[in-house]
């Protein structure tokens, strides 16, 4: 056998597995939605444990039936809270098969942050750009309903943490969350995030010690700061950091949505570490830290449908007394 009928029969069986592994990422895979159970001892001692879904990334499609319903599934855990992380339109006609998706959470409290694809319609791009770096932030003209959207979420009950910050009592914990508009867009305003915790914290009568007739002050209650990004870019994560969060949801990398089994995420869009892409780490920021989860979401581009070795995924973190 001479080498280059060697090397013929290695190339084709090079070609024969690419195509194995395309044929499992796009028609098994990205189909294999998997929940994510993590516990974060973050809550204050004896408090009780809080359930939070973390929805990120459902680019969704109208004939995603299977996604819908598996989303919809996803309500029989009775979760707390519901923290959605942005792009959940994969498509210009996506908002009906987003309503259905999530309308059995309908009361249950929640929180949203808006990502690119909550603005803009998914395009087609090379796939190799992005080793390249973060895609491009150029405006594109708006294709998507961004305030059907936020009905849809309004008419759930849940609160739009775009620049924002508020407050919610649940099982006896006092949440403070602020968020950011998508810092893959440049839309976020770090700058606004001091003045709108100051002004929430103004307006909460029981954000000081209160003083009964017998002028003997109470315990404080127990409180925990939560940071909500769709891009887990570095500036976003320290600032989070250094204005108290001590656990920040994040979404927008896929989990680098094509892994190297051993190796982990190739790319991730933004300029989190490739180790972080995914999952529950610690992000360090000085002498401070906080819990990040960054969940691989849950869909991809209709334009890239495959996910290899990174299941489509949500995330139920269960905060437990440290």
Request: with cysteine.
């Amino acid at each position: 056998m001479t080498a280059l009928s060697v090397l013929g029969k290695a190339g084709v069986a090079l070609g024969c597995v690419g195509l194995a592994a395309f044929g499992w990422g796009s028609l098994v895979e990205r189909k294999r939605f998997t929940l994510r159970e993590v516990n974060v001892p973050v809550l204050a001692h004896g408090s009780a444990s809080i359930r939070v879904l973390h929805l990120s990334d459902l680019h969704m499609a109208p004939w995603q039936r299977a996604k819908q319903d598996w989303v919809r599934s996803l309500a029989g855990l009775k979760p707390d809270l519901v923290v959605n992380t942005g792009d959940n339109l994969g498509h210009v006609d996506a908002i009906p098969g987003v309503a259905y998706a999530l309308e059995h959470f309908r009361g249950v409290p929640g929180v949203f942050v808006n990502g690119s694809n909550d603005y803009y319609g998914p395009q087609l791009k090379n796939p190799l750009a992005y080793f390249g770096g973060p895609s491009g932030t150029t405006r594109r003209k708006e294709e998507l309903d961004t305030p059907a959207l936020h009905r849809v979420f309004s008419e759930l009950g849940w609160f739009d943490l775009d620049n924002r910050a508020l407050a919610l009592d649940i099982n006896g914990t006092h949440l403070e969350f602020f968020g950011v508009d998508d810092p893959h867009l440049d839309l976020d305003r770090l700058d606004l995030i001091t003045g709108a915790i100051d002004e929430l914290r103004a307006d909460d009568s029981l954000s000081d010690e209160t003083w009964p007739d017998s002028h003997t002050p109470t315990a404080p209650r127990p409180t925990m700061t939560i940071g909500v990004t769709h891009a887990p870019y570095q500036r976003v994560l320290n600032s989070f950091v250094n204005h108290g969060a001590e656990l920040i949801l994040a979404g927008h990398t896929h989990g680098g949505q094509v892994c190297v089994p051993g190796l982990g995420a190739l790319v991730t869009n933004c300029d989190i570490p490739r180790r972080q892409a995914k999952g529950l780490s610690l992000w360090n920021m000085g002498l401070h830290n906080a819990y990040l989860n960054v969940s691989a979401g849950l869909g991809t581009s209709i334009y890239a449908p495959v996910r290899f070795a990174c299941p489509p995924e949500a995330t139920l973190l269960t905060l437990t007394a440290a």
